[in-house]
């Protein structure tokens, strides 16, 4: 049974069917579940919670198809400039087409590389868009969203997990298993299944408990930014380092080094929405 499971990334093929050239990831199908299940979610709440009932389902489909746009743009702009900026600087057209140009010709390569801090910013900049657009308070459509991304964005890890990518540490552990895109052959730990369950489930219980306990706006948001930030940070330590970019600073991933600014940014919001709330009240 431990050896099952040991080998089961080995096992899992990352496609859900080929045609010819043509493939279909579990991946790709992550995606597409995690930004149903945010949709869902976020329209039980507005048939459920009074605050929201304001809101039509054209609504929700508008703020939801702008925050795909961020995810998209954000995400992939994000590992350009966080994790590989050099080299991207050198292969401008990778960015976003999938081939390159030189003297001998055109050569396929893919997209790949993602950032969820780039993701993050591409949503909330794309979201505060149009709610200024629409005159909508952006703090209370982020609060009506962010208790429902966190259980989204679990698929996308299992999306990662499926595809063997973003592995962990090697480990000695009998839970570790072994992942075919590791040219080592180590045994190691699946970190992908340790960020599903702590950046996504656990924290999606927390937010989804205190949804309709909220005393001001924004907190929802700030404290889905601060908690995301502060599991992903312990969770980075079981987590393989990018390979090209390793330990920066004093021991850390470039990941948890975005996560700390991301816990110094939504305890900011925090206190900034807090004194708001509090002023307005008096």
């Known amino acids: 049974m431990i050896e099952f499971w040991q080998h089961l990334p080995e096992r899992i093929s990352p496609y859900l069917f080929t045609f010819g050239s043509f493939q279909v990831r579990y991946y790709s199908l992550m995606y ?3 930004f149903l299940l945010t949709y869902v979610l976020v329209l039980y709440r507005t048939k459920r919670e009074q605050k929201y009932a304001c809101l039509t389902v054209a609504d929700v489909q508008d703020v939801l198809l702008w925050c795909i746009i961020g995810v998209l743009l954000g995400g992939r702009l994000g590992y350009v400039l966080f994790y590989n900026p050099l080299y991207y600087l050198a292969h401008p057209l990778e960015i976003f087409l999938p081939f390159e140009i030189s003297s001998s010709g055109v050569r396929f390569v893919g997209i790949s590389g993602m950032s969820f801090h780039g993701g993050a910013i591409g949503v909330i900049l794309c979201s505060w868009y149009l709610c200024k657009r629409r005159g909508w308070d952006f703090w209370f459509i ?4 962010a208790p429902a991304v966190p259980l989204g964005y ?3 890890r299992f999306g990662n997990f499926i595809n063997g990518e973003l592995y962990g540490r090697p480990t000695e552990m009998p839970w570790g298993m072994y992942f075919p895109a590791d040219t080592n052959g180590l045994l190691r730990h699946p970190s992908q299944l340790y960020e599903a369950l702590s950046e996504g489930i656990f924290l999606f219980l927390i937010l989804w408990f205190i949804r309709t306990r909220s005393p001001f706006e924004g907190l929802l948001l700030s404290l889905y930014i601060i908690g995301y930030g502060l599991v992903r940070f312990f969770v980075e330590f079981f987590r393989e380092p990018d390979p090209h970019l390793g330990f920066l600073g004093p021991g850390l991933t470039m990941g948890q080094i975005l996560c700390l600014f991301m816990v110094l940014c939504g ?6 929405r807090s004194r708001f709330f509090k002023s307005f009240k008096s």
């Open 142 to 145: 982020a609060d009506l969203f």
């Open 267 to 272: 305890g900011y919001m925090l206190v900034y």
């Open 154 to 156: 679990t698929f996308g």
């Open 32 to 34: 597409v579940v995690a």
